[in-house]
């Protein structure tokens, strides 16, 4: 590889697991994907091979309202079947269900309105898995109540895609250090992502990396304090030379 290339770390929210509390709001909600969710992998957001990416299938594309031109992707969404307003016969009682935001759902002006997801409307299509837990599929649409909600506590981990090693190209071992902790060994979840079982958000972070050519490198504060799941850091004064 060339190794003028800068190190690039991509930081992703593997999982949508703890909540704060939030306002519910009304919206609507169908499916696409099939069954096993293999139609939502790509998308709007970029993040390809869901699975890869770590977001799975509980993943949901947004309607313009909601997308905001991008702003909200990997932002992660309670959703629940509202039974008090038409279409409600069609949910599943007590469930809920937390996805990813991870795709646009385009408005389609051939219908009134621009569809389901045209401008004004806060609409989710949910990958099939996740709509199930709250829909009956016959329904095809049901009326929701949905909430945004963040990231807190340490029930979660980093994952991190690491691109253009220069050398020899691929990865060894990598460990992950934030402003309060020492060095942590970060474990290969598939690939190029590497994994930190660690509550590191709201620090500061920087990597060492061992190449499969025996080069080890300290990046020391690549990423800043304020980073968020989805960003993209660039190390743009070192990179191995084999």
């Known amino acids: 590889m060339d190794t003028a290339k800068p190190l690039i770390l991509c930081t992703v929210l593997a999982a949508c697991l703890a909540l704060t509390a939030a306002q519910w709001n009304p919206g609507t909600a169908t499916f696409y994907g099939g069954p096993d969710a293999s139609g939502t992998m790509g998308g709007a957001c970029g993040y390809d091979n869901l699975y890869n990416a770590g977001y799975g299938v509980l993943n949901a594309a947004l309607s313009e309202t909601l997308f905001n031109d991008g702003a909200s992707c990997g932002q992660c969404y309670t959703i629940k079947c509202d039974r008090s307003r038409p279409g409600g016969q069609y949910c599943k009682p007590g469930n ?10 385009p408005a389609n002006y051939v219908l009134s309105g621009g569809g389901w997801c045209g401008p004004g409307r806060p609409h989710f299509d949910m990958s099939q898995p996740a709509w199930e837990n709250i829909g009956i599929v016959q329904a095809g649409i049901i009326p929701v109540l949905y909430q945004q909600v963040n990231i807190a506590g340490s029930s979660y981990f980093l994952l991190v ?9 691929s990865v ?12 942590i060994q970060m474990s290969r979840n598939w690939g190029a992502n590497w994994q930190a079982l660690s509550g590191l958000v709201g620090q500061g972070l920087s990597f060492a990396v061992l190449s499969t050519g025996g080069q080890y490198m300290q990046f020391l504060d690549v990423v800043p304090g304020w980073w968020q799941f989805g960003q993209t850091f660039t190390n743009n004064y070192l990179n191995f030379g084999y």
């Open 161 to 169: 895609n690491i691109q253009n090693l220069g050398g020899s190209g």
């Open 96 to 105: 809920s269900i937390t996805v990813t935001a991870t795709n646009l759902c």
């Open 172 to 183: 060894a071992a990598a460990w992950v250090k934030g402003d309060k902790t020492g060095w």
